[in-house]
Nanobody, 116 residues
Framework: QVQLAESGGGLVQAGGSLRLSCAASGYIFSIIVMGWYRQAPGKQRELVAHITSVGITNYADSVKGRFTISRDNAKSTVYLQMNSLKPEDTAVYYC??????????WGQGTQVTVSS
């Protein structure tokens, strides 16, 4: 089993910044990919960004240039630095990790609210 502990969500004004963190523990011997997804009310969950074990990143077009994903392999932690936030970034943000031989694991989610 893998446990994910997310933190960093909250309320921020448009143009502001937040940093999300997600620490993995448990069966984490080979985490292949760590990433962030989000789900706004009435919408499907969508990929925000992910990063592989060797640092290859992928971003949704809507966040390119504003969000930066990074990971600390020693701490099994992934971060999402969110700058220039917009009201349309409001959503529940979920951490997801893919573990070799064990599958996908999701965090509980953290609310990000951007006021206009």
């Amino acid at each position: 089993q893998v446990q994910l502990a997310e933190s960093g969500g909250g309320l921020v004004q448009a143009g502001g910044s937040l940093r999300l963190s997600c620490a993995a523990s448990g069966y984490i011997f080979s985490i292949i990919v760590m990433g962030w997804y989000r789900q706004a009310p009435g919408k499907q969950r969508e990929l925000v960004a992910h990063i592989t074990s060797v640092g290859i990143t992928n971003y949704a077009d809507s966040v390119k240039g504003r969000f930066t994903i990074s990971r600390d392999n020693a701490k099994s932690t992934v971060y999402l630095q969110m700058n220039s936030l917009k009201p349309e970034d409001t959503a529940v943000y979920y951490c997801k990790v893919v573990v070799a031989g064990a599958g996908d694991y999701w965090g509980q989610g953290t609310q990000v609210t951007v006021s206009s």
